[in-house]
């Protein structure tokens, strides 16, 4: 039988990858919750226009990437590209605006799915994390927003990043640059690419973020969105740099970040960092400020603002790998039971479960060994103890503990057992 592969830009997180995700996430919670977030769970599947209103049918998620597809009802329906569009329209469907208490926070973490090709750091299926904070208008909430994002990489041990910002300014704004980029681009747009092309047509904007060389090249004379900003958006930046520098988060500005997706106005950032071996897996995180999702899916329009981001799980395991941070996760086994027989696997069943209840990590052999090959297993299981016994020491109500580090044994009663492992690895783990 041929095997079944994978499908293509999708992977299996196995054992110690999986236990680095679980962390990444967790810990992602734990320093979101300390943010005033509360935790949001959102369909995969989505109506397909859920994401045409909010991501914009300007961006290239929209117009190229997106998994659609008809169900039996000839609905069409879309896995979800990000997670942004789901939040906003849970907001609306549960009427969670109907509170005094705004902004609404709300952190998520699950699987997207975007039709690129797969790359360093790019999958089709692959997991953000993120938050949204929606319903008011604020430089503060943008500046808190952004220092929850590099507090926690920096908390994952993440020296070396690089958060980099711009802005986009108001609607206003946006009109009178996006004129004057059709402007300059409407002699050149011949000989550039089929997607600059699309692009001058529904978001110009994302000309600026172009990869072919040549476009980019020539994307770098144009007009710049700094001299297009209305007099409230300069005065919102410089403010958002200004308590960036107070909260000692250093940033760089850059008047080419545009970012993917239509939603955005005023500030954006990314963060990028690059791995010990030269290795770019492209932005770790993306975000900023938005406007008018809320009332495209029938919510109210005013205060309809928000900011947030997404990080990509994979591309911070990535890197995580590369810097060796993940090195002390891995806790390894409390205690691997060493039955001396066949007939000794029965108590060692029971005795393993009655010590998991006391919330030890413990394994044992399902089938008789020699000594030899348990200690070999115990080795490559790091057990940090061993518990020894045959028939006749179960008899005594006794066992042989072995501390597998200092390589001293002592016979310890059963009744004795829990009180012997608090003090030995108990103590060692710090309860
Ligand atoms: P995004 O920049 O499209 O923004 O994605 C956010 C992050 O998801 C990226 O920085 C990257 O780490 C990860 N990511 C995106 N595509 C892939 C891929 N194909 N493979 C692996 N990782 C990927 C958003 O999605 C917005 N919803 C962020 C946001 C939230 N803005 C405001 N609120």
Redesign the pocket.
């Known amino acids: 039988m041929p095997t079944i592969n994978p499908v293509k830009g999708t992977h299996d997180i196995i054992g110690e990858e999986a236990d680095v995700y679980a962390y990444i996430e967790e810990t992602f919670a734990e320093m979101a919750k300390t943010f005033g977030y509360a935790h949001i769970v959102t369909p995969v599947i989505e109506h397909t226009e859920v994401f045409d209103r909010a991501a914009g049918e300007g961006s290239d ?1 929209v117009r190229k990437e997106m998994y659609t597809f008809l169900d039996k009802g000839d609905r069409s329906l879309t896995l979800r590209p ?3 569009a789901g939040v906003m329209r849970s907001i609306v469907t549960n009427k969670l605006y109907a509170t005094p208490d705004m902004p609404l926070k709300y952190f998520y973490s699950g699987t997207a799915y ?1 039709y ?1 090709r797969p790359q360093l ?3 089709r299926e ?1 997991r ?1 994390m ?1 938050v ?1 904070c929606v319903g008011e208008d604020n430089v503060y909430l943008d500046v808190e927003t952004i220092a929850l994002a590099y507090r926690f990489l920096s908390y994952l041990g993440f020296n070396d990043m690089k958060l980099v910002i711009n802005t986009l300014g108001d609607k206003e704004s946006r009109l009178r640059y996006r004129a004057a980029l059709v402007d300059f681009f409407k002699d050149k747009i011949d000989a550039m690419c089929e997607d600059c092309k699309q692009r001058l047509i529904l978001n110009p904007l994302r000309i600026l973020d172009c990869k072919v060389p040549e476009d980019h090249e020539l994307a770098k004379s144009a007009p710049k969105m700094k001299d297009f900003l209305s007099e409230r958006s300069k005065e919102r930046y410089e403010a958002t740099k200004e308590l960036l520098k107070q909260l000692q988060i250093p940033f760089e500005e850059d008047d080419t970040l545009v ?3 239509d939603y955005y106005g005023e500030v954006v950032f ?1 963060v990028h960092c690059i791995s010990p071996e030269g290795r770019d897996y ?7 400020h ?1 406007e008018g999702i809320l009332s495209s899916f029938g919510g109210p329009s005013d205060n309809d603002v928000g900011v ?5 799980i ?2 911070i395991y990535s890197l995580m790998k590369e810097f060796g941070l993940t090195t002390d996760l891995s806790e390894g086994l409390d205690i691997f039971m060493m039955p001396l027989g066949e007939e000794a696997i029965p108590a060692a069943l029971t005795l393993a479960d009655a010590i998991r209840e006391l919330g030890y990590s413990v394994e044992l052999p399902y089938k008789s060994c020699k000594l030899g090959a348990l200690f070999k297993k115990a080795e490559r299981k790091k057990a940090k103890f061993a518990i020894i016994f045959g028939l006749d020491e179960i008899k005594a109500q006794t066992v042989q503990v072995k501390d597998l580090a200092k390589q001293q044994q002592e016979e310890v009663s059963i009744t004795e057992l829990p009180r012997y492992l608090d003090a030995h690895i108990g103590a060692e783990k710090g309860e």
């Open positions: 998620v990000e997670g942004t975007r690129e750091g790019r999958y692959f953000q993120g949204e970012r993917g997706l990314e492209g932005a770790i995180c993306g975000g900023g938005y947030g981001f997404g990080m990509g994979e591309r």
